[in-house]
């Protein structure tokens, strides 16, 4: 028998066999592709995730806070901040310290916070810290609404303040610098003298 007679008599057979052979490799193929593309998917997750997270950490970051700076500094007064920003810096943006200044007694490490209230008191200075006649300290001036960091929310809990008005307060603050004193609620239009009069035991700045 010669070989076209072998081909001849097996040919269904090869090709049989040279099917079944790519089919092989296919499914080879394919089953190591599928775990190559899996890798790829979860890396750009990954990868998407981190720059979710690093996102948010910046916005963070930069969320503006307001700190009162007081005492032996050259220009104390209420000062917009950011949240990475220490003790030293928000002293730095109110002009350094007054000759005389003791410095031993301010932790120019700590972190900012809003609201914060930073005393750098002079040579032989105590901080000072209020007390009432019973000699408990004074909570009074923690619990007033300060007219130049309050929110929405904290701005409506005074008598009389719905929503609109305490956009028309947020806006007067942002439009003028802040308030120098609790009396410029009446410049706002809306807020008389008897408002003022209703509104002064329960503000500040």
């Known amino acids: 028998m010669n070989y076209r007679e072998i081909i001849s008599k097996y040919k269904y057979y090869l090709i049989a066999g040279g099917v079944g052979l790519l089919l092989c490799c296919s499914v080879l193929l394919f089953l190591i592709k599928k775990p190559i593309e899996a890798i790829d998917e979860d890396f750009q997750m990954d990868i998407s995730s981190t720059q979710q997270i690093m996102s948010s950490e910046s916005a963070h970051d930069q969320r503006q806070l307001y700190v009162d700076i007081k005492g032996a500094v050259k220009q104390p007064g209420m000062y917009e901040v950011k949240m990475n920003m220490r003790v030293w810096d928000a002293v730095m943006l109110a002009g350094g310290f007054k000759e005389g200044a003791d410095t031993k007694q301010v932790n120019f490490a700590e ?8 005393y750098v008191p002079l040579e032989g200075e ?9 000699g408990e300290e004074d909570t009074t001036a923690a619990s007033k609404v300060n007219l130049n960091l309050a929110d929405e929310s904290q701005l409506q809990t005074l008598s009389g303040i ?18 120098k004193s609790i009396e410029e609620i009446k410049n706002i239009s809306g807020f008389g ?3 003022f009069e209703r509104l002064k035991e329960a503000i500040t700045i």
């Open 111 to 118: 972190q900012l916070t809003d609201q914060m209230v930073i």
């Open 162 to 179: 719905g929503l609109k008005k305490a956009q028309e307060i947020i806006r007067y603050r942002e439009e003028n610098g802040g308030f």
């Open 193 to 195: 003298e008897k408002t």
């Open 126 to 134: 105590e901080p000072p810290i209020k007390q009432n006649m019973t």
